[in-house]
């Protein structure tokens, strides 16, 4: 990682062993999810301030990062179960769950398949809030999929991983070459099944419908320059208008807009991001 932080593992009731990181003490568990083709380490700027308050433990989920890979669904529903299995495991209790990307939306998935897991949780610029019709998954899967990107798998990882920032951050650097390693560690067969069936199921497996039944306070972040979110080949709208449209169907939920920020809002605003979450959490 590119903070070294010790890596644990746990082995879930499906028999995967899943690697993560556990830093601080405090009464309350702060649980990080990462996004899609990401790892822990990218809550590490976040780590490192918010463990002076709080217990910080950030996941790598099955088939990513130090975790297991294997023949596993990697959809939406079952990276949530995995989530409350760990949890479980660890005899988590007072957990505030904080997604990113793909991993908000394992997050929200989380508290609709289980409302009382949890009473806040923090979704940094969480996949989900987009909708698709069934022509226009077609049309991603079919035109505009994550693997155009991946025609040379290194080169094109840097590629997507930088276009997740407005402004890319030199600090990013150490955390990018370590995706790159761990990308390495597996066949490109069986790393590209796996993001194929992640992108997949963040299509196939909506929970926007189900957004005015969450109960739980939960704090949004978005950056206002994310160039991923929405996709914009598809949908011709901004990322403010999406998040105030879905945030305003969650009973609990407040919406902050970062100017000047991408998709990575943990890593490119990273003080801004903790201080919202110090203010949210308490």
């Given at each position: 990682m590119f903070k070294k932080y010790e890596v644990h593992k746990v082995r879930l009731s499906n028999g995967c062993d899943m690697a993560y990181i556990d830093e601080g003490t405090?009464?309350?568990?702060?649980?990080?999810?990462?996004?899609l083709a990401n790892y822990c380490g990218v809550w590490v700027k976040n780590i490192e301030n918010l463990k002076q308050h709080y217990r910080c433990i950030a996941i790598d989920l099955p088939g990513n990062g130090y975790s297991d890979g294997g023949d596993y669904p990697y959809s939406i529903n079952f990276f949530s179960g995995c989530v409350y299995d760990f949890m479980l495991q660890l005899k988590l209790t007072n957990v505030v769950p904080v997604g990113h990307s793909m991993g908000g939306q394992v997050l929200l998935?989380?508290?609709?398949?289980?409302?009382?897991?949890?009473?806040?949780?923090?979704?940094?610029?969480?996949?989900?809030?987009?909708?698709?019709?069934?022509?226009?998954?077609?049309?991603y899967k079919t035109g505009i999929h994550f693997f155009d990107f991946f025609s040379t798998e290194e080169n094109s990882l840097r590629k997507i991983v930088r276009t997740s920032f407005y402004q890319y951050p030199e600090y990013a650097d150490g955390m990018l070459q370590e995706l790159v390693d761990l990308m390495h560690r597996q066949p490109v067969s069986?790393?590209?099944?796996?993001?194929?069936?992640?992108?997949?199921?963040?299509?196939?497996?909506?929970v926007y419908e189900q957004l005015h039944t969450i109960q739980q306070k939960a704090l949004v972040i978005y950056g206002e320059r994310d160039a991923l979110i929405p996709n914009r080949l598809i949908h011709h709208t901004n990322t403010k208008t999406m998040a105030e449209q879905a945030v305003g169907k969650m009973p609990y939920a407040q919406l902050e807009m970062l100017s000047g920020c991408g998709h990575f809002v943990q890593l490119e605003k990273p003080d801004v991001v903790n201080e919202f979450i110090r203010e949210f959490v308490g």
């Open positions: 405090g009464d309350t568990t702060l649980l990080f999810v990462h996004g998935n989380l508290v609709i398949n289980h409302p009382t897991v949890c009473g806040k949780l923090v979704l940094c610029a969480p996949a989900g809030f987009e909708t698709f019709s069934q022509l226009e998954r077609t049309l069986q790393y590209r099944k796996m993001v194929e069936a992640c992108i997949d199921s963040m299509m196939e497996e909506p």
